[in-house]
């Protein structure tokens, strides 16, 4: 039914569309590119980077300052990542938020000690992650986080701009980051175990 | 035994600062700390080598992640295809 108005609407009125292409199609490598990190695939994220386009069309006449348009077409992607994933079930068991705070990657490295003889213990640790690996680890994050995450890594916006792509106050991104990076600290710790880096006996692990 | 108790004391609110500190570490890396925060924050890392280790591993987590995300090139005729999909 969406589509079927927007179709007509199109048919009948083409300036906009072209409007729409001018200020939008602009910012398709950057649109691109955090589709393409957020799903680390390249046909999902052109089909993300698609859906994103066709949703801001449709959704044109209400971009008030067309100035922003372009954190209005990452609102536009990361509500698609947001509502696409919800139902995908696809995440990670998360332990309480309390627990996951207190979470530390450089201090179970210290403890556990998984390469007793480097003396870059905590780099070495690092080291031994094959690319893929750091990328699966991001990808299990529940979609808040890892749109969170991948925005700051990938655009370097503040909390105030971040705040108003994900359409949230900035305490929420604040806490969405530090949590988003706990679990990936978490991730990378469990991935170490599953490759047998760190004994998984030692209580506590 | 009273200079214990003090000792004691001083210990758990230097802990307590580290607590604090570390939970600070990400807004500070996201240049999101400012004014009496950021300063409280860089006073104690001037005093606490631990927090400072504890700093720059969070920062080197920071860019080993985000160099691992990749950069792709734009696939060849995606604009064309997007152009196509919004003509209808």
Redesign the interface.
Known sequence: MEHGVRSQALETDVGPRRRFEELALPDLRALYRFARKLTGDGAAAEDLVQDTYLRALNAFPSLRDPGRVKPWLFQILSHLVTDRHRSAGREVPLPSPEVLDRFSLYDLISEEDPLPYSDRLHDDFLAQFPDEEVRAALLALPEAYRVSLVLLYTEEMSYRELAAVLDCPVGTVMSRLHRGRKILERELWECAKRRGLVRTWKAGS | MRQEARVGEDMESRKLSCELA??QF??YL???LKGEPLEALEAHLEACLDCC??LQ??R???A???D?????A??EG??N???R????
Not at chain 2, 85 to 88: E, F, N, P, R, S
Request: glycine residues 6%.
């Open positions: 570390v939970q990400f807004a996201d240049r999101a280790d504890k591993f969070s080197k987590l920071d080993f992640v985000k691992r995300l990749g950069e792709a734009l696939p995606i604009e295809r997007i152009r999909a919004l003509a209808g």
